[in-house]
């Protein structure tokens, strides 16, 4: 993947929502309204403060990131799916 986010935008990478049963049945995922998940892919420079200097982002590629459902922008980048979100949107980083 070859793209660089403009401003405060985060590339992700999302996570399956489904489940698997250990007989090996796939659920797909509930329709409930619930926060998604994915890894940074790439990371924009960040917005501009009064000054004109770029403000330093949260988030870094590799980091695994919580967001609501609807804060995304769905694109698809080298035919995978992809998801485009404001850094501001971003509700937490997953930690291990």
Do not use: W
């Not at 940074?40 to 967001?67: I, Q, R, W």
């Amino acid at each position: 993947m070859n793209i660089e986010p403009l401003h405060d935008n985060v590339v992700v990478k999302p996570a399956s929502q489904e489940e698997m049963t250990t007989s090996g049945l796939v659920l797909p995922q509930t329709t409930e309204e619930k926060p998604m998940q994915g890894e940074v892919m790439a990371v924009g420079p960040g917005k501009m403060d009064e000054n004109g200097k770029h403000m330093s982002m949260s988030v870094k590629v590799g980091d695994t990131v919580l967001f609501t459902k609807y804060a995304p922008d769905e694109v698809e980048i080298d035919g995978e799916d992809y998801l485009v979100v404001s850094e501001d949107k971003i509700l937490g980083i997953v930690r291990k």
